[in-house]
């Protein structure tokens, strides 16, 4: 959605604005526009200036989190939508895999990412971070049996994939 925005500004401002866009502005397509509605305003050929942006409540891609593919981790509600669809995730399945694709391409022991979600030592007979990510790709991969976001590196660990 976009908002309009009508200005009207005084004549000395406007002709600072017209010598600062003359000096300054870059050579794009909304700079040259918005230096000839200036223009426009000192000669007296239109009474206000019509400026169009973005409406402050969208979300812009830096505010949306984390975005690998067509999944988007978003840390501040706990949301995450694959193909704009939400996906329910428990807290420490959400945990897991923002830690994960925070740190895309690294590849984690289970030990080291059961002591990063949970910040406690690791039992070595408890199989519960392959539990947990065989839930995870149950959920978000669209083909849990050849994932693309969560991989195995056998013998190793975990990782995310960073080529998404």
């Not at 040259?32 to 426009?40: G, K, L, N, P, Q």
Request: one cysteine or more.
């Amino acid at each position: 959605m976009r908002k309009i925005n009508f200005i009207s500004l005084d004549l000395p401002f406007l002709c600072w604005l017209r010598d600062h866009l003359r000096q300054q502005a870059p050579a794009t397509p909304p700079a040259m526009e918005f230096h000839r509605a200036v223009e426009e305003l000192i000669s007296g050929q239109t009474a206000s200036l019509l400026l169009e942006r973005q409406d402050s409540d969208a979300p812009s891609p830096s505010d949306a989190g984390l975005v690998c593919g067509d999944l988007v981790i978003d840390p501040k509600s706990r949301q995450v939508l694959r193909g704009g669809e939400e996906i329910q995730l428990t807290p420490k399945e959400f945990d897991i895999l923002f830690f994960l694709a925070e740190n895309r391409g690294t590849v984690f022991t289970k030990e080291q990412i059961y002591q990063a979600v949970w910040n406690e030592a690791y039992y070595t007979t408890d199989s519960n971070i392959m539990a947990f990510i065989r839930k995870l790709r149950k959920k978000v991969e669209p083909d849990p049996d050849a994932p693309r976001y969560i991989l195995t590196i056998w013998g190793i660990g975990y990782k995310f994939n960073d080529t998404l």
